[in-house]
């Protein structure tokens, strides 16, 4: 066990835990942060997506001492249930869940990736989203709302 | 922590819910309508053989089983259903609103707490609707009859001078004369008994009393419009999934599975993880083997670390030997609907005098249904008592299963159902509630059971494969006469009906199915042709692997067969594969949605393949008809020849569910279950060599990426006349043909073997092309 600090959606956590451990078992066992979610532990999914950064990473494969002093963005900055991220808000309005469990993995790669590129082609989102799964096959939804989330944003 | 939500917390706030429907000295309603309740004991006459129904402690055939009125206004229905992720909930509310005249929002539900909820058997099979929904209709219609003649008594004009807006009862003639129902009721009990009609697997239908009737069509207010599901929010944002569920002093559990299928343990090695950190307890019962540590890290770690030594096991033949092997396994004596036959005219002589006949084989593999999160269960074992969080798609069943293990009685356990991945039956044997209950039992503590993706892929139950050979003729004029069948399958069964779980089979303690009177998959052909003369058989035989229904069970594999073959005789026949089928269709929805599809695609009136499928070009494309017994579907395809990578480039289907309760979320439910079931054929099977399965995580059992995507185009179409139907399952059948149909459009190839992956695509085109058999 070691002392590990986290910059954790701007606020600073400091922890005493295994520093090879995985992120994800931090961030849901000791900090409640329930936005990430196991689905595969290979890295091959995306349940688990956190930003850091500003990159989508996968925290199920990522030991927690390597993000060390770098700034995490997990789920719950995004939005509340009162007051949801345009992104969510776009989600909600498609009405793009099924059982909703991938759903922080696409939105967090999602919001990556327009954040770099606002413009980003449908081809470019599709191929973001290609190591996302979503086993529902919400695919035709999750689609509708990243582009009608795209044009609230432009306009 | 997981929230819980008011009236859940109202539930169970200073009372049981089992004493306050045994009228535990609590305030009830006097009564004088239909049916007063009667003494408390619970009568199932409907029972029929084979259904186990000993779920009283919510009775069945009591009002306030299914619904309450609070004080304060809320309005909580009660459900044994749970929802998967299809938004039947929503639903719920929906026909409860209508028929109780009451805002949308104030209603919450409660659904699949065995404390709380009524028995509502199973959630499978799309039934939601249709019977999940009919005792929540009949309840809340009643209720409202009552509180109108409450409201009669209390305002002094007869009840058809009555009328009610969002639970406020008022007088026609003069409005300033109101009465809420809450003022009626709130916080007590109807006390009013409700006939069952029928039991069912799926939870009883209810008798509608004298003097209640249901609303129409026309009088509905919420059914028939797109209310968004209230769920998708909160799955979006807070996400409170079973997983999430954390209890003061839980421990982290982790399973060691078999190194090879059939194997049994040897002998386990603690020392090789006792000087973990956390490390708690080794659970050893039998094959059972789990490792108990207090945090989750050091779980993985211990089972990661874990030295334990199996015996060889018992073997498999290989996924690719399977449908030689299928036809060679015995006949499995446990399903009461096992081997079937059908016989319809002379099929010897018609096939004998028949100007045409086609044979061929085909065959539909292992499928798993990979639940996006792997099995997940929290359990609480005490002394006494326990208690089990669950994404379970029948409670009822886990409570009777988790009782069974722990030798503790079936009403000392309570579980608790809580939002989980998508499932698609899978978690009709809910696994992990029996590991987390047995390594609680052995720590005196909770434990949280997460199982591992290649767990998940391998040791789930699967869904059966099917192989059928089939013999078509076709006489003189191109008119179908003959079709002659024979097929092998197994029962989805195996798990399922309780019984049947992971847990029970390693420790050795397997009561088996409990009951399973329609539990096989014989798979009978050609569903619903009019064809003179048939003749089949059907064989139900032992699985090789652990079984379970996925997603319309039997019915893709099903329409994969009969509707390719069907195929194979319209091109035969030189005739359009659609006008060819309806020759054999008796008038009625399934031709009128046809034709819808059959409009809404553009559908060109010609046989297939198309003329360009004889040329060199690197990518071909196709179009191609499925009937997939209710939703009719058209698919579109671009097969690269270069490569065998099968594109879909869009999809048209045509579906009516009878009255449509909320569209979008129909529609929803149909984009789902299609893009699912194209991913199924183009790409996923269960695969195994000689001792284990292979397909464990997302490489090695891909499925549909988002850079595959199709054009969806639904059309649904109201019918508020017909008999209710579901939506979950029926937008996958029809994927399998129409796809199959499309590359043959394309190509001119037939592909008999699925999933369609570019290997099996590829060598079936180089066989064509060398002039060897379709594939």
């Known amino acids: 066990m070691s002392i590990v600090n986290l910059n954790i959606n701007r606020r600073t956590f400091t922890i005493d835990v295994d520093p090879t451990a995985p992120l994800l078992y931090i961030l849901r066992n000791d900090l409640s942060l329930n936005g990430p979610r196991f689905g595969c532990g290979l890295g091959q999914c995306g349940a ?100 009608q989330y795209q044009q609230e944003v432009r306009a | 922590m997981i929230t819980k939500n008011k009236s859940q917390i109202n539930a169970v706030r200073g009372f049981s819910r089992r004493d306050l429907l045994k009228g535990a000295g609590l305030f009830v309603v006097g009564f004088s309508v239909s049916g007063v309740a009667s003494a408390a004991g619970l009568a199932h006459p409907a029972a029929g053989a084979g259904v186990d129904m000993a779920f009283a402690d919510i009775p069945i055939d009591q009002l306030d089983s299914y619904l309450a009125i609070a004080q304060d206004g809320d309005v909580t229905i009660f459900t044994g259903r749970i929802d998967m992720g299809t938004g039947n909930r929503t639903c719920f509310k929906q026909f409860v609103a209508d028929e109780l005249d009451v805002s949308i929002d104030r209603i919450e539900v409660i659904a699949g707490d065995t404390d709380l909820t009524p028995d509502g058997g199973k959630t499978t099979a799309s039934d939601a609707i249709p019977v999940g929904a009919q005792p929540l209709r009949v309840s809340a219609a009643t209720a409202r009859a009552k509180l109108l003649e409450l409201a009669s008594g209390r305002l002094g004009v007869p009840v058809d001078q009555l009328t009610v807006s969002d639970g406020v009862v008022s007088v026609k003639s003069d409005p300033s004369k109101t009465i809420s129902y809450w003022d009626l009721i709130g916080g007590g009990r109807f006390g009013i008994k409700l006939e069952v009609d029928r039991l069912t697997l799926s939870g009883p239908i209810l008798k509608i009393p004298a003097g209640v009737t249901l609303k129409t069509v026309d009088q509905y207010k919420y059914v028939g419009k797109s209310v968004p599901r209230y769920d998708v929010p909160e799955r979006l944002i807070l996400g409170n999934f079973c997983q999430n569920v954390r209890l003061p002093g839980m421990l982290h559990g982790r399973l060691l599975r078999p190194a090879t299928y059939g194997a049994t343990l040897v ?5 090789s993880v006792k000087d973990i950190p956390g490390f708690v307890k080794l659970v050893v019962e039998g094959s059972f083997v789990g490792v108990v540590c207090e945090r989750e890290e050091q779980a993985i770690q211990a089972q990661e670390r874990l030295k334990v030594i199996w015996s060889e096991g018992t073997g498999l033949p290989g996924s690719e030997n399977v449908f030689r092997f299928i036809r060679t396994q015995p006949a499995d004596k446990r399903p009461t609907r096992s081997d079937a036959t059908a016989i319809k005219g002379d099929v010897a002589t018609a096939l004998g005098s028949a100007a045409k006949t086609l044979r061929a084989t085909y065959e539909y593999p292992w499928n798993a249904t990979t639940m996006f999160a792997p099995s997940c269960a929290v359990a609480d074992v005490q002394a006494d008592k326990a208690t089990v969080w669950s994404g379970t798609q029948w409670p009822r069943y886990t409570q009777k299963d988790v009782a069974f293990l722990l030798g503790l009685p079936t009403e000392s356990v309570r579980v608790i159902w809580v939002e989980e991945s998508g499932s698609y039956g899978r978690l009709g044997a809910a696994d992990a509630a029996a590991d987390a209950a047995l390594l609680s039992k052995a720590v005196g503590k909770p434990v ?30 191109g008119n179908l006469v003959a079709w002659e069948y024979e097929s092998w399958s197994s029962t989805t069964h195996d798990t399922g009906r309780g019984g049947g779980l992971l847990a029970m089979r390693l420790v050795g303690r397997d009561p088996g199915p409990r009951n399973t009177p329609s539990g096989a998959s014989a798979s009978t052909s050609p569903s619903r042709y009019i064809i003179p003369n048939v003749r089949g058989a059907a064989h139900v035989v032992v699985p090789l692997l652990r079984s379970i229904y996925m997603r319309s069970p039997g019915g893709i594999q099903r329409a994969f067969i009969d509707e390719s073959f069907m195929d194979e005789l319209a091109a035969a026949a030189g005739v359009d594969p659609i006008d060819f089928r309806l020759r054999y269709l008796s008038p009625g929805i399934e031709v009128e949605l046809i034709d819808v599809v059959r409009k809404s695609s553009g559908w060109v009136t010609r046989p297939s393949p198309n003329q360009n499928a004889s040329s060199n070009a690197r990518f071909v494309t196709g179009r191609g008809f499925g009937r997939g017994y209710e939703v009719q579907m058209v698919v579109e395809v671009e097969v690269d020849r270069e490569t065998g990578k099968v594109r879909i480039i869009q999809a048209w289907l045509a579906y009516s569910p009878g009255l449509i309760v909320n569209p979008d979320g129909l529609t929803n439910q149909l984009e789902q279950a299609a893009l699912q079931g194209m991913s199924r054929v183009l790409t996923e099977e269960v695969t195994f060599d000689n001792s284990k399965v292979t397909s464990v995580d997302w490489i090695t059992h891909p499925v549909l990426k988002f850079s595959e995507t199709p054009k969806l185009h639904v059309n649904i179409v109201n019918r508020p006349d017909l008999p209710l139907d579901g939506a979950g399952e029926n937008g996958t059948p029809p994927t399998a043909p129409a796809i199959g149909n499309a590359i043959f459009d394309a190509t001119g190839v037939r592909l008999r073997r699925a999933p369609f992956t570019p290997e099996r695509v590829l060598a079936a085109l180089k066989a064509h092309d060398s002039g060897g058999h379709d594939h």
């Not at chain 1, 930003?51 to 995490?72: D, H, Q």
């Not at chain 1, 059982?99 to 999602?110: E, F, K, L, R, S």
Request: aromatic fraction near 4%; hydrophobic fraction near 40%.
């Open chain 1, 48 to 147: 688990c997506t956190v930003i850091v950064e500003g990159e989508a990473i996968r925290s199920c494969i990522t030991p927690v001492s390597s993000v060390e002093g770098f700034a995490i963005t997990t789920l719950e900055a995004l939005g509340t249930i009162e007051n949801p991220h345009p992104l969510q808000r776009a989600f909600i309005a498609q009405q793009a869940a099924g059982c909703g469990y991938c759903m922080n993995g696409i939105m967090m790669t999602a919001k990556a990736l327009l954040d770099q590129n606002p413009r980003a082609t449908e081809i470019q989102i599709m191929e973001a989203l290609d190591g996302n799964v979503c086993r529902c096959a919400l695919h035709i939804r999750v689609l509708k709302a990243i582009q």
């Open chain 2, 267 to 271: 002998s386990v090695d603690e020392s």
């Open chain 2, 448 to 477: 949280r059971v997460q199982w591992t993706r290649q767990e998940e892929h391998a040791w789930a139950p699967h869904q059966p494969p099917l192989v059928m050979d089939l013999r078509g003729g076709l006489d003189a004029q």
